[in-house]
């Protein structure tokens, strides 16, 4: 990348990515060709983790510089931010979910308690709380 125009945003999670894949590639294709030859893990258990974490790693930035690659593309070619629509959808709807559910349970909890006092009231029962329950209060 020594030409500064190509120096964009797009071409550098182009090259992360590529970056990326490359080092994958380097890490993760020894042991593969080594397991494949003997037909099982020889190489130990730390070399496992480490194997791991490797294929991992290089796997999640893989993946994440096509999220921002794909982000990048759709914002040039839309020609308008996501960001309004992706704030309702991951904020704002499911908080409008979650206060559309918990006014459900509350009116449920009510109810509940009513009930639980008018079943005290006709037992005779001054107080739903226990005695124990009100040395603690």
Sequence with gaps: MNTKSLRTPANLLVVNLAISDFFMML????PLLVNAYWGT???????????????????????WSMVFITADR????VKESYLYVY???????PLAYIIYSYTFIVKAVAAHEKGMREQAKKMGVKSLRSEEARRLC
């Design 74 to 77: 759709y914002n040039v070619i």
């Design 87 to 93: 704030s309702v959808w991951v904020y704002l709807f």
């Design 27 to 30: 890490t993760m294709t020894p």
């Design 41 to 63: 893990w020889i190489l130990g258990a730390f070399f496992c983790e480490v194997y791991a974490f490797l294929g991992s790693f290089f796997g999640c930035v893989s993946i």
